[in-house]
Structures are given as C-alpha cells and as structure tokens.
C-alpha cells in the first residue's frame, strides 16, 4: 500500500520532499506522521471495518491524506469533492461516514464531520507517537468506491478491492517512467494511479491551484503530469511566443484520443514524450496509443471485436469492443440494468466501435452510442473532428447529429476559440466535410465545448447548444 511506501522513505530519505502544497514543501517524514495522524483522528470514529466514507475536502493536500488514512484502517473511501448529489448517484445518505468542509450535506450524511481548520488542526497536532489501530490487509478487502465519467448523465459506481486498486497503480508505475527524480503535477484532483506511483518511487507530488498549468509545469520543473486532450490544447494555445521547453516532461493523456496534429505540436513546443492511454474505470488501462491512432494492447488485456449479436469478428473488421482483463469488478453497486448491460459472460463491453489491426493492435474508432446516421453514411463523430480541428485553427470541436423537420439526421459542428472569422470558418468546415458527403451541415461558434471532467465530450448537452441556437443557424453543404 502506499502508506507503507512512504514509510519507507520518510525512514530511509526522511528530509527529501514528497509533496509540495502550492509552495510548501512537505517532507516524507512530515508526510508519514501526517498520514499517521490523520488515521488517529478517523479512528475515534470507531468505524467498523469496510465502513464507507465520504471525504468532500476541497484541500488537496488534506483530502489526499485522508485518502491514505482510510487506506491505513480498511475502511473503503469515495471522493465526492463538490459532484451535485445527481451526478454521484445515489449521493451520500448510503455512507457510514462524510467529511467535508462545506455545508448542506449535514442533513443527508447518517453521520456528518465537518472539516473546517479546527478538526484539521487538531488532527495534526496529534503527538507524533500516537498508534493507530493495526488492520490486517487482505487482497479481497473493498478499499474504493469510484466514479464512472457519467457522459450519459449519472455517474454509474465501482467497488474496488485492494488489489484492483493496487494494480491500477502498477500500471501507472510500469508505463509512467517514474524515478526518485521525477516532479509530478496533479491537475486532475481525483486522480489516483500516476501521482501514487511517482511516491511509490519517492519522488515529488507537486499541488498547485495559484497559477496556470503551463506556468506551474515552468516553475515547479514538473517531469509527469496527466491532462485530458482538451486541457493539452488549451495549453498548447497559451503557450508564449518566448516559453522555453522544459528538457523533460512526460503527459500522460487519457479519456479521448489525442490528435496527431495535438500530439505533434504538443511534443514541438512543451512535451518530450506523450502517451496516450485507452481504458475505462471499469478494467483499466487497456492499450498505449502511437501516432497513428493505433493502440497496442497492454499486458494482462484481452480484447475482442463483435458484431451486434456478439459473434466475434476477425482482424481488419469493425465491430463493438468488449474487454477483459487480469482484475476488473463483476458489475456496478447498486445498478444491476447497467451491470447487465456492460458486463455480460466475464467480459466488460465499453461502448466503443474499434478494429483489430492484428494480434494486439487495436484501433478505437468512437463511441457506439454516438455513432452518427447521415443518409446511408455510418460515422463516427470523432473521425469529423480530428479532421475539421486543425482545419479552423480551433481550440476544441464537438460533433452531433440532429434530425431536420423530415426527420432526417444532419451534421452539427461546435467550435470555440478560434482566431478566424466566421465566414472563414464555414468556408474551411465546407472544404474539410466535402469528403464525407454529408450534404447540409450547420455550425455555431461556441464558449467551450461541454465535456465532463475526463475530457468526454457530453453529446446530448451539445445537443441541447443547438437547439437553442436552432432559429439562429444556416446550413451549409458539405
């Protein structure tokens, strides 16, 4: 567990820096008795084991040692960290415990801690010699209650054991390159495998909130971070004409594909490496994407393509992508129609289209649910905006098709900063379509594309954009 990792280096490298909390650095040592101390105070809860808690800590730095507090007493955590009661599901009245450090949740929690300063203060001014409870750690134990992205709405929740949540930071740690060197920024709150694996080596976990990811990447020397394609192009966008190109940075890229022209740029101006992973909360980090979109698949996978009926398909064929892998959970707690949906004969469907290129070569085309119907044309929305995304200099594109008064389906692109002028725009959006045959199409400029917080982008509230700009729009021919 990573609790007994930093241990290990509070005891051998008790000085060297495991976190710094925007500018404060915090040594292991000071790390491990915080962890310790923490623990202490969850333990007057005399929460039984497996206990579920709920931690809403708007503080990185403290919410990440509660983290690790429960993971030291077996009890199973979930961050709720300000996700509205419908987009966590079920919310927090199933919970034997929440902490949190806003109010209007007290009245939902069957037991409510508030974590304003004096619970925290009080927490580590625990003596430093303090014991907490021993808990035998099993492989089986529950330890994690995560959340699905929720694309469709409602987040769908998964129970990870112990060793399901070991091997999720295995892979970060095998695929990451992390050393004793490495300076990982945390962009994504609620991620867990990359910054725990670059502790597990002893490096340094950098927590930043006052200034810009490309300022923090600069000032802090970061060596890994994890962003989400839309985050990347958004750098890549504000990156100044004098910004210098850190001689190392790792980017770690997860929840939609990276586009070669992103990729490319990213790697010319603040990358010296991009890697690109597919997977899904559900089974993991399925494959490694290169350049030319084509994943390979990671040890301990096994993927098959499928056509509707689940008849496997051979190689070169595109069908319905279903997975399994060496650890993944049976189903989803408390949501037996999508656990029936996804999860069927020991395989995971994932809602993606894909092709087998070869023996573990797989290329994801885009989501099954989203596959767009344009006259006898079947396409993938994300094969339109990899294409139309360089061609009007755009920071981000969203794809969706919606029906005419006829009923039939039509193209609709939304695109957001973008130095171009309109008539520029459809100009180029007319050129870059006029290969799929789509005939009319419309286009409106946008604030942001609406995605969710692993960078998916959230069709049926697109949908919604254009329909409230309906009356405004003109149609163009592709």
């Known amino acids: 567990m990573t609790p007994d990792f930093i241990r290990f280096h509070a005891a051998q490298r008790p000085d060297a820096v495991a976190v710094v909390d925007n500018g404060q650095p915090v040594t292991y040592s000071q790390f491990a008795g915080d962890i310790r101390k923490v623990a202490a105070a969850l333990a007057a809860f005399e929460l039984p084991r497996a206990a579920k808690v709920a931690l809403d800590c708007s503080d990185r730095y403290h919410d990440w040692l509660l983290r690790l507090a ?16 419908a ?45 907490i409870p021993a808990c035998a750690k099993r492989p089986e134990d529950p330890l994690r ?25 295995e892979q970060s ?77 790792t980017i770690l890229s997860f929840g939609a594909a990276v586009a070669k022209g992103v990729r490319e740029r990213a790697l010319a101006r603040i990358a010296t490496e991009v890697l690109d992973l597919y997977g899904t909360n559900e089974v993991g980090f399925l494959s490694a994407v290169g350049d030319s979109g084509i994943g390979t698949i990671w040890p301990g996978a096994e993927i098959e393509i499928v056509d509707d009926r689940g008849r496997v398909l051979p190689y070169g064929e595109l069908g319905r992508i279903r997975v399994r892998t060496d650890c993944m959970p049976e189903g989803y707690l408390d949501d037996p129609e999508a656990t029936s949906r996804h999860f069927r004969s020991g395989w995971f469907y994932v809602g993606d289209m894909g092709v087998l290129q070869g023996p573990r070569r797989l290329r994801v085309v885009g989501r099954s649910d989203d596959l767009l119907n344009i006259g006898w044309n079947k ?5 339109i905006e990899a294409l139309v995304l360089d061609a009007v200099g ?52 946008v604030p942001a594309v609406p995605r969710n917080g692993a960078g998916k982008i959230e069709r049926e509230r697109l949908k919604s954009i254009f329909r409230e700009h309906r009356a405004m729009m003109s149609p163009r021919t592709g």
Not at 74 to 84: P, Q
Not at 147 to 167: C, F
Not at 379 to 383: G, M, S
């Open 379 to 383: 396409i993938v929305p994300e094969a």
């Open 87 to 131: 987009k966590f599901g079920q919310g927090v009245a199933d919970f034997d415990l929440v902490l949190s450090d806003r109010s209007g949740l007290e009245g939902e929690a069957r037991r409510f801690q508030s974590l304003g300063p004096d619970w925290i203060e009080r927490a580590l001014a625990i003596p430093d010699t303090i014991e």
């Open 173 to 249: 740690l095998w695929y990451g390159g992390f050393t004793q060197r490495a300076r990982y920024l945390l962009v994504i709150p609620f991620t867990v495998g990359a910054p725990a694996a670059c502790l597990r080596m002893g490096g340094t976990v950098v927590l930043e909130t006052r200034m810009s990811l490309r300022e923090a990447i600069a000032v802090h020397a970061i060596t890994h971070t994890t962003v989400p394609p839309i985050q990347l192009v958004q750098m890549l966008e504000t990156l100044p004409e004098g910004f210098v190109k850190p001689t190392a940075l």
């Open 70 to 85: 429960c993971e030291e007493l077996c009890l199973v955590s979930t961050t709720f960290a300000g996700r509205a009661s």
């Open 394 to 445: 755009a920071a981000d594109i969203g794809v969706c098709a919606l029906p005419n008064a006829d009923g039939v389906e039509e193209i609709h692109v939304a695109f957001a900063a973008t130095r171009l002028g309109d008539q520029t725009v459809a100009q180029r959006l007319q050129q870059a379509l006029a290969r799929f045959q789509l005939g009319r199409f419309y286009a409106i400029r």
């Open 145 to 169: 209650i995560l959340l699905t992205s929720g694309t469709t709405g409602t987040a769908k929740r998964l129970l990870y054991s112990r060793q399901m949540h070991e091997r999720s930071i």
